[in-house]
């Protein structure tokens, strides 16, 4: 017993695509995301793309070892780790709006410029 691949095509055409404005607020918010991580954490960045762009064929396994760089340094980069503390309640209003908002997340377009303001408050912490 397989996937009937005729019928996961048809049901994948039949899910409707998601409004344009939820696709530019989850662009957004990656965008933003990004953007403070190249901030903080450059080299490793750098190095996994460089690494993407001389494997663009095998980059998920080639990569691994800068991509695992790349993770450690967002999660123990101490001004990361310092938004994530200072910014931790505007961060869950975002994320309680959006659970709020599935059909309209348009409404959490605020909530999001709160924690983004939030997080360009914090002065970067060098170690």
């Known amino acids: ?18 409004p344009f404005n939820i696709i530019m607020l989850v662009m957004e918010t990656r965008e933003t995301a990004m953007n403070i991580v190249n901030q903080h954490c450059r080299k490793e960045l750098d190095k996994f793309g460089a690494c ?17 760089e790349l993770a450690r340094c967002s999660e123990n980069n101490p001004t990361i780790r310092q938004i994530k503390t200072s910014c931790a309640e505007s961060f869950q209003k ?14 959490c377009k605020d909530n999001l ?15």
């Open 94 to 107: 975002y994320e309680s709006c959006l659970s709020q908002n599935t059909a309209n997340v348009l409404q």
């Open 1 to 18: 017993m397989g996937i009937n691949i005729n019928k996961l095509r048809l049901e994948l055409v039949a899910i409707p695509p998601p």
């Open 113 to 127: 410029k709160e924690f983004l303001l939030c997080a360009e408050q914090i002065s970067p912490i060098h170690v």
């Open 52 to 68: 993407v762009g001389q494997h663009p064929e095998s980059w998920n396994t080639s990569c691994a070892e800068a991509r695992l």
